[in-house]
């Protein structure tokens, strides 16, 4: 986690309201972003709209992607999100590179960050290439516990890079059986424990 206070004299405070959008493909990055308040859901979509959510940047930490755009001066590939009212510390693109070259706690704190996300990102991309999406759906679901889910199934396949309909499909297969109960724009899970037994028994 980085210590906003310490590098606040580096940068100045931006606020967004919750749904902005903070960056997408072709924008250019011209500040670090250290998030104090809020959320940031990172998400990329490819060429026949199938959007998944990468990541999500918490407070004391920074986007992976904004920078690796700073570092390698290219453009954004993904989708920024506010999530809640954000707040974040912005750090022009010139303080950040002399910060790097001189700052060796903000240099280790940017890698440290950085090697954390690749490490997720890797995760996620496990999971797409060796799990079924029905596993894949029983394993988040179970991580998120007994209760209420107020998303729609649209959301739901935004967060695990597949097609409503076929979450759809596999909500319903669990909902007969009888490891949740289906509403509309929302969803209980009643068994986190048996969805998580599947998505493990099943997993290659």
């Known amino acids: 986690?980085?210590?906003t206070a310490r590098y606040a004299d580096f940068g100045q405070m931006i606020t967004a309201p919750d749904g902005a959008c903070l960056?997408?493909?072709?924008?250019?990055?011209s500040a670090f972003l250290i998030v104090t308040?809020?959320?940031?859901?990172v998400e990329q979509t490819n060429a026949e709209g199938r959007t998944m959510v990468l990541y999500r940047v918490h407070e004391g930490e920074s986007c992976v992607m904004t920078t690796s755009c700073l570092l390698?001066?290219?453009?954004?590939?993904?989708y920024g999100y506010a999530e809640g009212s954000v707040q974040a510390l912005a750090i022009g693109a010139g303080a950040f590179h002399r910060l790097m070259a001189e700052d060796a706690d903000f240099r280790d704190l940017v890698f440290e960050g950085f090697s954390q996300r690749l490490g997720?990102?890797?995760?996620?991309i496990d999971a797409l290439l060796l799990h079924r999406t029905d596993l894949r759906l029983a394993a988040w679901l179970a991580a998120r516990g007994e209760g209420i889910c107020e998303m729609t199934q649209q959301d739901i396949a935004r967060e695990i890079g597949t097609a409503r309909e076929v979450v759809s499909r596999t909500l319903k297969s669990f909902e007969r059986e009888g490891w949740l109960v289906l509403g509309r724009?929302?969803?209980?899970?009643i068994d986190p424990v048996a969805l998580h037994a599947h998505a493990?028994?099943?997993?290659m």
Do not use: C
């Open 1 to 3: 986690m980085i210590d």
């Open 23 to 29: 960056f997408q493909p072709g924008d250019e990055s």
């Open 37 to 41: 308040n809020g959320h940031v859901r």
């Open 72 to 78: 390698g001066a290219r453009p954004y590939s993904g």
């Open 120 to 124: 997720e990102l890797t995760d996620v």
């Open 185 to 189: 724009g929302r969803l209980e899970v």
């Open 200 to 203: 493990k028994s099943h997993a």
